[in-house]
């Protein structure tokens, strides 16, 4: 089975603290993903990579930035974290373009 | 553009009985369709699949779905809901060439005893 696994369950952190998610998957799966997901606003993607030391911007990049070094893992980084990025974080991987995603479980985030 | 749309934003059905979640999209061509399921606190975990060929795809804990060109719908069905099935459920869509997946706004499936 695919395994997707994110360092962290439940986070929390103080405005304007530098903040690290990281997401590791077993797989060998070339592309992953970073979501949030708010009540109401739905999955929103955040930032994708496809390769090693590739990404790509998703709808909402402002404030985040990743890090993909090893195959296996795809980092967040929140800069400098505010309240308004206070939310459930999901990562992905998918073996392929369009192909179904695995999801770790989650980290819900605080920022204070 | 692609998109996703489940009309029911929730769903309240009684232990036993039949399910169906509805899902619309757009796409321009014949689109890779995803049912997932979230429980609550939890990740989203896949449950089904459809790329091609047979129009209605078994899934995972019971469920089918059933791809309607003509309908442009991909809606997810099981004939006895149980209470462990209460959680939410995203349709998507994804393409071969693109790297972003559409996923619907989720129904949330409620289940009375």
């Known amino acids: 089975d695919v395994k997707v696994t994110q360092s962290s369950r439940y986070l929390v952190k103080r405005t304007g603290e530098k903040v690290f998610l990281e997401c590791v998957q077993d797989?060998?799966?070339?592309?992953m993903f970073w979501y949030r997901q708010d009540p109401g606003l739905g999955l929103r993607l955040i930032y994708f990579?496809?390769?090693?030391?590739?990404?790509e911007k998703g709808d909402i990049p402002e404030g985040y930035s990743v890090s993909r070094e090893k195959k296996e893992r795809f980092s967040l980084i929140l800069e400098s974290a505010s309240t308004n990025q206070t939310s459930m974080y999901l990562c992905a991987s998918s073996p392929g373009t369009g192909y179904e995603q695995y999801f770790g479980p989650g980290t819900r985030l605080t920022v204070t | 553009a692609q998109s996703v749309t489940q009309p029911d934003i929730h769903i309240t059905v009684s232990e036993g009985a039949s399910l169906e979640l509805r899902c619309n999209y757009s796409y321009g061509a014949t689109p890779y369709l995803f049912w997932y399921v979230q429980s609550p606190g939890q990740g989203l975990q896949l449950l089904l699949k459809y790329f091609s060929g047979d129009t209605l795809v078994q899934g995972i804990k019971g469920f089918e779905a059933e791809f309607k060109r003509s309908q442009s719908s991909f809606n997810l069905r099981k004939p006895s809901v149980h209470w462990s099935d209460a959680a939410e459920y995203f349709c998507?869509?994804?393409?071969?060439?693109?790297?972003?997946?559409?996923f619907g706004a989720g129904t949330r499936l409620f289940v009375k005893a």
């Open positions: 998507a869509v994804g393409a071969t060439g693109g790297f972003k997946t559409i």
């Open positions: 797989m060998d799966h070339e592309n």
């Open positions: 990579s496809y390769d090693v030391k590739m990404k």
